[in-house]
C-alpha cells in the first residue's frame, strides 16, 4: 500500500513513523526541511519538501494512483485543498484533520465524498469524547465500548488489597466467564498473560466483559466509585472547549487559563463554565479556587510537563480523578509511572482512526490503539472457511503477544476461553502487540 502524508508536524510525523513499521511505502511532505530533518534516514520513508497544495509538487511525490493522502497540517484549509487537489490528481482516497465540527456530521458526509474528501477526523473532538467518557467511569483509568455495546473494555490500577492480586491465571481463579483479563501493564512493559502469570500491586489490567459485570470487577479490583460534579480544567485548548462543551449541564465547571485575552474569549464561547485568570501550577492559587472540593481535575494546556506537574499537584490536594494531556509520547511511561491518572494523547487517538482503514485485507470494524499499552485492541470478523474458524482456540497457534477476548454472536457478548470454537461472522475482539496485526488478518480472512 501507498500512502502520503502532507504535514510533518506532531501527528504527521507521528503517523509516518508508525506506518513505517507496517511494510508500506510511506512519504512525507512538508514545506520545512527542518521538521522534516533526518526522518527519510531514521524510518523507511520517503520525505519531499514541497507545498501540499502544489500541483507540481503533489504530481512530483507521485499522488497519481497513491491508495491514500493523508493531509494533516495545522491548517484546515489547507488539508481540504491538498485532499480535493489530490484526488483529481487520481488519488484513490483522501483524509483530512479539520477543525469544523460540522463537517463531521452525518447529513454532510455525501458532501464531501462527492467532492473527493473520503474521510475526516478532529482529533480534538475525539479527545474530549474520551474525557467526558472517563469521568462517567471514574474508577477506571480507561473505558471503550466494543462491538456497538455489547462488550467493554475496562483498564484499571490494582492497588494493594485487592482480591485479584497474586492469583495465577493457570489457578482457575479467573475462569468464572464473567470477565476476561486480556493484558496487564507492569512498569514500562504490556504483558499478554499466560497461565503462570498474576496481577501484581500497581499493575494497569485490561479486562473485557459484559456491562453487567462491571460491579464484579469494580469489587475484586478494589476500586469505589464517587460521583463527580466538579471538575477544573487547567488550559483554554481546543480540546478544553470541546470537553466543556460535551459536558452535563449540571456539572459545576471551572476553567483555568494564564492569557488573560483569552480568558475574555472563551468567556463568551463557553457560558456553562466559570473561566479564570490565572495559573494552574500555582498551589495557592489553586487552593484558593477550590481545588480541595474538586472531584476531577483535568491538564489540557499545549505544554506535557505542565499538566504532568498540574495533576501532581492535584492529586497532593486529594483529587480522586486527574486526567492529562501527554502529547509527548516519550513522555507517558514517566506519567503512568507517577500515577497521575488518565493519560490522554490525541496523537494515538489519530493513529487508531487511520489503521482502521488501512487494514482492508480482513474485515475490521474497529482498531483502538491504546495509549497506555504498547498494545491495540481489534475486533475482526471471522470469514467462512478463514483459520480462525478451523480449530478450537487453545488449537489456533496465534501469534505471541495476541490474546482474544471475547466475541459478538448474533447480537451477544461471549467470553472466550480456549474451548471456544469461532465461528463465521463471529465478531472477535483481539487485544495484541502492534507488530502481530498484520499476521492476525491472515488468521481471519
Partial sequence: MRIIIAGAGDVGTHLAKLLSRENMEISLLDESKDRLGALDASYDLLTKVGSPTSLRDLKDIGVNGVDLFIAVTPSESVNMTSCLIANSLGAKRTLARVDNYEYLLDE???FFENLGLNHLIYPEVLAAREITESLHTNWMRYNLQLSGGNLELCVVKVREGAQMLFKRF???????????????????????????????????????CRH????????????????IKNVIIYGGTRIAQKTIQQMPSDMQIKLIEPDRDLCYALSEKLPNAMIINGNGN???????????????FIALTDNTETNIFACLAA?????????????NLDYIPMAEGLDIGTVLNKKTITASYIYQMLLDRAEVR????????????????????????????????LPDDTNIGALVRAGVGILVNGDTQIMKDDLVVVFCKSHVIRKLERYFQ
Fill in 282 to 296: 500555582d498551589m495557592e492559587f489553586l487552593k484558593d479556587e477550590g481545588i480541595e472540593d474538586a472531584d476531577a
Fill in 212 to 227: 453487567e459485570y462491571r460491579d464484579m470487577i469494580l469489587e475484586q479490583a478494589g476500586k469505589n466509585r464517587h460521583e
Fill in 108 to 110: 454532510n458526509r455525501s
Fill in 170 to 208: 493457570a489457578s482457575g481463579y479467573f475462569a468464572h466467564g464473567k470477565y476476561r483479563v486480556v493484558a496487564v501493564k507492569r512498569n514500562n512493559e504490556t504483558i499478554i498473560p499466560k497461565g503462570n502469570d498474576q496481577i501484581e500491586p500497581n499493575d494497569l489490567v485490561f479486562i473485557v
Fill in 366 to 397: 474497529n482498531v483502538q490503539n491504546i495509549t497506555s499499552a504498547d498494545a491495540q485492541l481489534v475486533e475482526f470478523v471471522a470469514a467462512e472457511g478463514s483459520r480462525v474458524t478451523r480449530d478450537k482456540v487453545k488449537d489456533l497457534s
Fill in 315 to 327: 492529586k497532593r490536594f486529594g483529587v480522586r480523578k486527574t486526567i492529562a494531556d501527554v502529547e
